[in-house]
């Protein structure tokens, strides 16, 4: 069994402030999907990284790949409210069957 | 670009009752997943298809069964329901490479 192990599992800050969620695999992944779903709706992706020690950003997102691709952060710079949501990262095994396997989520809240 | 739609929005069943959810990839997509998304379990996957093809199936008993359509839509069908089927069921579809998996908003189940 491929197992994500996501933490923090909740987390509530104030606007303004950064946080990291970590996403940790004793599992390698071709590649690692990172979501975030509020109440009521489907996960939307936010980013696919794919390349050990990738770093993508997305606006004041930045997600990296760790370098032996068993783990990945999400890092938010300046939280604000409109980021209030459930984080998932979502691995990718080839040979697994392209199914993706979720870690458990990161419930965050920015208070204003 | 219309999204992966999911229908219905909410269901509401008997224990013993059947049900059939349906999903619409979207467009130029070919694979279609089926995942569950239960209270206090995360996301759990379910089944994949591909070209019309079931490719993969999770842990799941052979009472959750499906299929995939010319037009790659997708039909999700659960048997003799039970309590413990009371879940979020979310597609979600991708090209035939399985990364970037887009999520619709899924289908409520709630089984009396």
């Known amino acids: 069994t491929q197992l994500l192990e996501q933490s923090p599992q909740f987390l509530s800050i104030q606007e303004g402030e950064n946080l990291t969620v970590y996403c940790n695999s004793s599992s390698v992944f071709s590649s690692l999907q990172w979501y975030r779903q509020e109440p009521g709706e489907g996960p939307v992706l936010l980013v696919t990284?794919?390349?050990?020690?990738e770093v993508k950003k997305l606006k004041r997102l930045t997600f990296q790949f760790g370098d032996a691709r068993k783990d990945s952060s999400l890092h938010i710079t300046a939280a604000q409210p409109g980021d209030t949501g459930l984080y998932l990262c979502a691995g990718q095994h080839n040979n697994a069957g392209n199914m993706l396997t979720f870690g458990g989520g990161t419930r965050l809240m920015v208070k204003p | 670009e219309a999204g992966v739609t999911q229908s219905p929005t909410h269901l509401i069943k008997t224990r013993g009752q059947q049900v059939t959810l349906r999903c619409s990839p979207i467009s130029g997509h070919t694979s279609v997943y089926w995942y569950q998304q239960a209270l206090g379990l995360g996301l759990q996957f379910l089944l994949w298809y591909d070209e019309g093809e079931e490719r993969n199936r999770g842990n799941f008993p052979p009472r959750f069964s499906g299929r995939q359509f010319p037009n790659y839509s997708s039909e999700l069908n659960v048997n003799a329901l039970e309590l413990e089927d009371s879940a979020l069921y979310l597609c979600?579809?991708?090209?035939?490479?399985?990364?970037?998996?887009?999520f619709g908003d899924g289908t409520r189940l709630s089984i009396l």
């Open positions: 990284v794919v390349t050990g020690g």
């Open positions: 979600a579809s991708s090209l035939g490479g399985g990364r970037n998996q887009h």
